[in-house]
């Protein structure tokens, strides 16, 4: 019987994050939907490339492998292609032994209805529609940028990044910022240390990633030369004295990272060259950009750093994401 979804961290991701689907894309909009039916068949065994998500997506589900008992994540392909022409997508998952079982084929609809009937935490999607409507809708999600694909298949560790304001927690503070001056937002921070931030689209998925990282916790107290695989950071703009309440969210939460820099306004390029994670997590495209284009990038299009009052994602007006908590991730 498959361990209960309800008690997993589940990521979902669209066949055009996990492979290259630009040939297929170029037939689609040059020739129609007939026409891309046509090609997908013809070209049912010809095993797609892998796309920006690709890394992400196998270094996660090898957190099964070293924890096979409890079996704690699950990757699920939510698919505007059709049953008929999402066959090319499995056959390509089955090529690179990816364990993948579970599937929504929405046959040209926008799949981001059912993020929460499977669970996830994310939904990771190169459609920039599919994801917009999914934050409108208080959904976890994100557009996977186009960025060079380096999967180097000998290493285990998945790196993730996140950005803070607007990802992590709420755009409270981003929204005092907008609303003033660097001085002013300071100020507030300053003054409001002490109170937790609300959650942010990408909280609980943080909060899930911490609990695998205390799984890891235990194998190392049990083998000291138990080599870790899941390494969080968080990579902010914030400095000295508004790195505080930071700390007091993440504390609150009963959650940390391996790493956490406040950047103080620099590039955060400086440190993801280093770091070098499988996916960044941003809100404002700005700060989406790296030299070498070899590192994957995913907008969160939500809160006060995008355009839209539909961007902004709170449930009813009132400003807030679901309230975090132990039960809830069980």
Do not use: C
Not at 17 to 32: C, P, R, T, Y
Not at 56 to 75: A, D, H, T
Not at 165 to 176: K, P, R, T, W
Not at 250 to 258: D, F, R, T
Request: aromatic fraction near 10%; charged fraction near 25%; glycine fraction near 6%.
């Amino acid at each position: 019987m498959p361990y209960p979804i309800e008690k997993k961290l589940v990521v979902a991701v669209s066949s055009s994050a996990l492979f290259d689907l630009s040939e297929s894309h170029a037939v689609f909009i040059e020739k129609g939907p007939k026409a891309y039916k046509e090609f997908q068949e013809a070209n049912l065994n010809k095993i797609l490339d892998k796309g920006v998500a690709f890394p992400f997506v196998r270094r996660f589900l090898n957190i099964n492998k070293r924890f096979p008992k409890q079996s704690p994540v699950e990757v699920v392909l939510l698919s505007r292609n059709s049953a008929v022409t999402g066959r090319r997508v499995f056959h390509s998952i089955t090529h690179y032994a990816l364990d993948i079982t579970r599937a929504a084929f929405m046959e040209g609809e926008s799949p981001y209805e059912y993020i929460p009937a499977f669970n996830a935490s994310l939904f990771l999607s190169a459609n920039e529609e599919d994801v917009k409507k999914a934050i409108s809708s208080n959904y976890p999600a994100g557009i996977v940028l186009p960025s060079k694909v380096n999967d180097d298949e000998s290493e285990e560790e998945l790196r993730i990044a996140f950005d803070f304001d607007g990802v992590i927690a709420d755009d409270e503070s981003e929204a005092v910022y907008k609303g003033g001056d660097l001085p002013g937002f300071n100020t507030y921070e300053v003054a409001n240390a002490h109170i937790p931030h609300n959650p942010g689209p990408l909280a609980s998925l943080f909060q899930k990633l911490s609990l695998m990282q205390k799984l890891e916790d235990d194998e190392e107290e049990k083998d000291r030369d138990y080599k870790r695989i899941i390494r969080t950071a968080i990579i902010t703009a914030r400095s000295a004295p508004t790195h505080e309440r930071v700390i007091t969210t993440l504390e609150h939460w009963g959650v940390s990272a391996n790493a956490t820099f406040f950047l103080g306004g620099m590039k955060k390029d400086r440190i993801l060259t280093r770091f070098k994670p499988h996916m960044f997590f941003d809100d404002q495209r700005s700060h989406l950009e790296s030299e070498a284009g070899d590192i994957p990038m995913v907008h969160i299009p939500f809160g006060i750093a995008n355009t839209t009052i539909e961007q902004l994602a709170p449930e009813e007006g009132t400003g807030d994401w679901p309230a975090l908590h132990p039960e809830a991730l069980r």
